[in-house]
């Protein structure tokens, strides 16, 4: 069920039944020279729709604009500011728990984003009035470090996988959009690791984009595999998350 598709007596009638919401989360960022800019973005709406398929929950829009500074360097990427994704997850958290939504599961497809949204979960915990009948519950959840997902993609690619632009969520973005496969030659066919400082900085340790990865082994093939135990090992994330006190 897509909150965006729904009218409010819809979401009314949902609210007797289930009071959970998925809310997918990425990134608008650049993904090295095959990768899409929406993959992070892409990836959890796509795992979300598929929960949705098999279940009666409820999903939000997403939030296509994450915390990105150290991709600025690339043209495309927009980025907030770690403070203003953590105010645009506290608004649609409050506004949606006003509503009656008590189960807020954040599905996530950056890194960049995690270190904000956990915060934004404090403040809103640090913002509840005790007397509060039905708080909310807020999980992240980041899809690529199911345990599934990530020995699926050291099973199929070892380290090729790597740490951005991933042949994984690279696979996942083709299997959602296959008229936006790009056959790329990369060089080196893997690329470097190190540290993230400021987006001049990335740029120049990594020119492509990538870190650690070989994208161009991603398939449409190996997505439909990330894509089916995404989907399978989320909701039962998603379900024992619902039995949260
Ligand atoms: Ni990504």
Redesign the pocket.
């Known amino acids: 069920m897509q909150l965006a598709l729904s009218t409010w007596q819809e979401v009314e009638t949902y609210l007797e039944h289930s009071t959970g919401i998925v809310i997918p989360i990425g ?1 608008t ?1 650049q ?1 090295g020279p095959n990768g899409l800019i929406g ?2 973005t892409i990836c959890p709406t796509k795992i979300a729709a598929g929960m949705a398929d098999i279940e009666n929950i409820m999903i939000a829009p997403a939030i296509s604009y994450g915390m990105s500074q150290h991709h600025m360097a690339f043209p495309g990427t927009v980025t907030l500011k770690p403070s203003t994704l953590i105010r645009v997850v506290c608004d649609v958290v409050t506004s949606l728990h006003q509503h009656g939504f008590t189960r807020f599961y954040f599905l996530n ?2 890194g960049g984003n995690i270190a904000p949204v956990t915060s934004a979960f404090s403040e809103i915990y640090a913002g509840l009035n005790t007397a509060e009948t039905n708080p909310p519950r807020c999980r992240l959840a980041n899809w690529w470090r199911d345990h599934s997902i990530a020995a699926l993609a050291a099973e199929l690619y070892g380290d090729a996988e790597g740490y ?3 042949v994984s ?1 690279v696979a996942l973005s083709y299997y959602t959009h296959p008229e936006a496969v790009k056959q790329v030659t990369m060089t080196p066919a893997v690329a470097p690791t190190g540290e993230i400082y400021d987006a001049s900085h990335f740029r120049h340790s990594f020119p492509d984009g990538r870190i650690g990865s070989n994208p161009a082994l991603a398939s449409i093939e190996d997505g439909e595999r990330f894509y089916q135990l995404a989907v399978n090992s989320l909701l039962e994330d998603y379900k024992q998350f619902l039995t949260v006190k």
Do not use: F, K, N, R
């Open positions: 990134s960022e993904h993959t992070d497809g950056h951005h632009a991933t969520e």
